[in-house]
């Protein structure tokens, strides 16, 4: 195409005063989008050479993959460009808008906005489950995202025919002067030099006295640290060590680091796994984006070491999605009373009032909203609890607002991706409870299992095939070797939240119940046959799923690296089930409490004590003085020996199975010393790897699983 002067005309104007980084659409066939977002990048380096990032444009830039946005944060950059065509993840676009720089633009290519909607992108499998994309029509997630460009005045719009480009010019008469400080021959504000200094005092204060650095992208969190290390490693000859998920994203506190002390760089960077394992002498250790770390890890930091700076962004959601604040502060707290706060606010990195930044926050419902009210009818008492569907979302953008917050606020694990869940996903539905014009309660929910797994089915009880989504069809399925628990239809409690201020007044209990009364009035080809969920577990949560009369079959072998707790299953029957469907309900309530008892000096080792009594007596009150179906069907653990034997099933989910073999079957004259010995030690006697490491039977838990198929290979003839 002939690019339009007047597109060069806006981006000579951008360069001449001061703008705000602005949102850019080209918005039309994808390979017109990428020449004319390369003639754009062009004529913005026309004299320099600035830093450009693009998602899925090769040969543009330093190009990457959705996946690999994390190793890019703290970065900076002149110009982003996004592909929408590859593919769109709702977390990247929200991270990767915090490495455009001052005055930079952010570039979305994108379908034409009238198809753009039922555009099925590369990256639509991963974000929809499995059996769902084939029938998948429109996304609201996209409709919410054009509704938003077409709506905010500083977003410029580029198509084959016209264009949209408004300037975003920076008030100077209004732009708050911040106050300057020079340290180490740097300008930084009066709120970093606060932040400088109690990064210092963390190092030659009082030990155990941790401090938290919170602020907004682009406020300056990372040169804080770096001005603040250089001082130590120069004024007072402290060893500081900074740790992060990637080195990239200390790029920032290095770069300060070197322009306030110079050459002599004396500060080191430890990936966070090597820190914990090998444990460096250090006065002071500096978490870079600490939102990426798993909270397992931070935990086990804060038991090495005394004195720890963790800087971690607000709106960040990266990594462990919330998990830094809502699960990790506190335990920090309790752990070190007396951890210190900072907080960064004005933008550094950009303008105040930034229109990028404006524009995301909006979007994934990160700033508040005019209020209007809500469309939906409500009783004469102000009050609704139901259903709600995606254009109710849609239309509603105060209602979608109130209701991401109560997730936010609720749950470590809601991210941007969950936003395109509640507005995209055909089997995602959500219902809610409305006070007064606000939403109290919430709660999100995913249709699993079915017909869409039943030529799979075979696949996923082995093991070979675990098709995107479907969590409670996939693992109870695999868990039992069993083909039906795959084909039953499921209603997964994805999110349940409840506003701080209605908790304990049932809310939840009456959403449980809402929930399960929309499957028994559903058609029957798209009713579940079981309601459940899956959750971190930990007491409270447990105490409140039991109360609902839900039944706990499965808790993960290991824990869940962000937490650091044990994984639950909880499942019940929808009412009017069918008599074979609760007869299999049954066989998964037993099973688990088999495998508990058994595993409970095993993997269960570690679990808090008070959780493994509450688990024993919920046991004991359900317990179902009926034959467990395992030993009325002699071939059903024969069957997970097989499957374990052919590298179908792991060993720790087989160690029952193999336990129960060699107590009732086994012939111990039938195979050698060294075979038997390893059986009695591990299987029978729960030996360690360790000692039978020392006594040179393996070199490790790989040879130990190996060894143990080869031999139950042979004694069940595979």
Known sequence: MNFHSEIFQWLEQRKQSPHHRQLLILAGDEQWGIQTAKSIIQALNENSNSPVLSVAVPNLGTCIENSKYRQFLGQEFNALIYNAWQGIRANALSALAGTVQKGGLMLLLCPAFDSWPAYKDPELPKRISFGYVENFQTSYFVKRLIQQIENDQDVAIITVDKCKLPLAPVDTLNERPETQRLIANINVSSAQKSVIDAVIKVA????????IIEADRGRGKSASLGIAAATLTQRYNKKVIVTASHRSQC????????????????????????LIDEQPQADLILIDEAATIPNSLLNKLCHLYKRLVFSTTIHGYEGSGKGFELRFKPQLIEQFPHTKHCYLSPPLRWYEGDALERFWFQFFCQRSVKRNRVSLTVSQDGRYSGYVSKQQLLDSPEMLHDIFTLLIEAHYQTSPDTLTALLEAPNHDLFVIIDSGKVVATALTA?????????????ISSGKRRPNGHLLAQRLSY?????????????????????????????????????????????????????????????GTLQFWLSQGFNIVDISYKKETTTGEFNALVLRAIPNTASSALTDLTFLIQRFQQEFTFQLSRVFQTMNTALVKQILIDRYHKHINKADRTDDNPNYRDKELLQFAKGERTLDISLRAIHQFCVNKLDFARSDDEEMSILIQYVLQNRSVSELQKQGLIKGKKELQDKLRHTLSKLVGY
């Open 204 to 211: 030659i204060g009082h030990r155990s006295r941790p401090l």
């Open 251 to 274: 790029a920032q506190t290095f770069r300060f680091y070197e322009l306030a002390k110079g050459a002599d760089s004396c500060l080191c960077y430890w990936p966070i796994d090597r």
């Open 447 to 459: 249709l699993e299992g079915g017909e869409c797994l039943n030529k799979l089915a075979h696949e």
């Open 479 to 539: 868990l039992c070797s069993e083909l039906t628990f795959s084909t039953y239809q499921y209603r997964r409690i994805v999110r349940i939240a409840v506003s701080q201020h209605h908790r304990r007044r049932g809310l939840a209990s009456e959403l449980v119940k809402l929930i399960e009364t929309y499957d028994d009035e559903t058609s029957a080809d798209a009713k579940a046959t079981f309601i459940g969920a899956s959750f971190g577990l930990d007491v």
